[in-house]
């Protein structure tokens, strides 16, 4: 399931990846036309509609995108075109560092980690025993340097104890990450009534998938669910 920083493919009449429909959708949703009101007002669903299209028109004749010295076509949004750097460049700053989830109108965006920090937390997990799995440190280490430069997941600390002896398992926290509402609104796992995207999950499970011995599982807590990754020892 990759990430797609930027637009993928072309999105207009009749054509349209979800996760690039989404990705101009959401744009829109922050950018104000003349009449103070964003140009996009419904969900953020990633489906290609009459509605999203009239959105890109005024977007392009507001913005004088469509003037005959112009490459760009009506109500078309293509990757390397003028209207979608203008899309880009218009839009609100909170939405710097927007990513889509291939196949999906699931959108997020990453914490503003630094090199130090993430260098902190893969050296912790390299030195941590894990009261003394040290299996499961490699496990979480291999982990750390596939996901921690690509999409900053934090793993918490430390391994909370188990009822069986031979399995442990590290809560999987998404700190400081942020994602997009069906409403456009930013969200968090901060905030009360917020549930993580199925889409991440599944985006944490497909980068643990290439690392033996460990195994993403959703758990209920606190009425919350959290994902941790078990190591059955």
């Known amino acids: 399931m990759p990430v797609i920083a930027y637009l993928e493919t072309s999105v207009g ?3 349209g990846q979800p996760h690039d429909i989404a990705l101009v959708q ?10 103070g009101r964003p140009y996009w007002s419904d969900r953020i669903d990633g489906l290609a509609s009459d509605a999203l299209l009239d959105a890109i028109n005024r977007f392009q004749e507001e913005f004088g995108l469509l ?7 009506r109500a078309m949004i293509s990757p390397a075109s003028v209207t979608f750097q203008c899309l880009r460049e218009a839009t609100a700053p909170v939405l710097a560092g927007l990513r889509a989830i291939s196949g999906t109108a699931s959108l997020y965006i990453p914490p503003h980690c630094g090199e130090q ?3 902190v937390m893969t050296a912790k997990l390299r030195t941590l025993g894990y009261e003394g799995d040290a299996v499961l440190g490699r496990r979480l280490a291999a982990l750390a340097e596939r996901v921690f430069d ?7 600390f430390p391994a909370p104890e ?3 002896p031979r399995i442990q398992r590290v809560r999987v926290h998404f700190h400081g990450l942020k994602w997009l509402t069906e409403q456009a609104r930013l969200t968090s796992s901060e905030q009360p009534d917020s549930p993580v995207p199925e889409a991440i999950w599944s985006l944490v499970a497909t980068e643990t998938r290439p690392v033996g011995g460990l195994a993403p599982e959703q758990i209920d807590y606190a009425g919350c669910q ?3 990754l078990r190591h059955d020892g």
Not at 67 to 73: P, R, T
Not at 150 to 156: A, P, S, Y
């Open 226 to 228: 959290e994902l941790w």
């Open 150 to 156: 690509r999409h900053r997941f934090l793993i918490r």
């Open 26 to 35: 959401a744009l829109l949703a922050h950018i104000r036309d003349l009449s």
């Open 67 to 73: 003037d005959d010295a112009g490459d760009d076509i």
């Open 117 to 119: 920090v993430l260098g």
């Open 13 to 15: 009449p009749g054509i």
């Open 162 to 164: 188990d009822r069986a």
